[in-house]
């Protein structure tokens, strides 16, 4: 049984930061550790799309929008993934999840939701002009 549970979502201004946080309540201790997790967003009316990924090997891919702009992070005490949002646009705009499989997905289908089988509840991203 995996739980996720984001935080750290809110509303700034265009060219502001935001850091979300991604907590995994496990009952396997290994789960965490082994396995590929990921951020997605959905706007209203949009497919969910792949933000960023953190490897089961530890790497980490970005989608072409947020590159240079989004760190992902993990940090393995705490069971918790990060997102650090820097110069956030409006089209970040967004509920934005956190995901786990413990499949490991290389090339494309990291960004490819069905793959994930643990979601969290999400939490609001809004930038203004």
């Known amino acids: 049984q995996v739980r996720l549970v984001e935080s750290g979502g809110g509303s700034v201004q265009a060219g502001g930061s935001l850091t979300l946080s991604c907590l995994v309540s496990?009952?396997?201790?290994?789960?965490?550790?082994?396995?590929?997790m990921a951020w997605f967003r959905q706007a209203p009316g949009k497919e969910r799309e792949g933000v960023a990924v953190?490897?089961?090997?530890?790497?980490?891919t970005y989608s072409d929008s947020v590159k240079g702009r989004f760190t992902i992070s993990k940090d393995n005490a705490k069971n918790t993934l990060n997102l650090q949002m820097d110069s956030l646009k409006p089209e970040d705009t967004a509920m934005y999840y956190c995901?786990?499989?413990?499949?490991?997905?290389?090339?494309?289908?990291?960004?490819?939701?069905?793959?994930?089988?643990?979601w969290g509840q999400g939490t609001q991203v809004t930038v203004s002009l």
């Open positions: 995901a786990l499989t413990r499949l490991s997905l290389l090339g494309d289908i990291w960004s490819a939701p069905e793959r994930y089988n643990d």
């Open positions: 496990e009952t396997s201790r290994y789960v965490f550790s082994v396995s590929t």
């Open positions: 953190f490897g089961r090997d530890g790497s980490r």
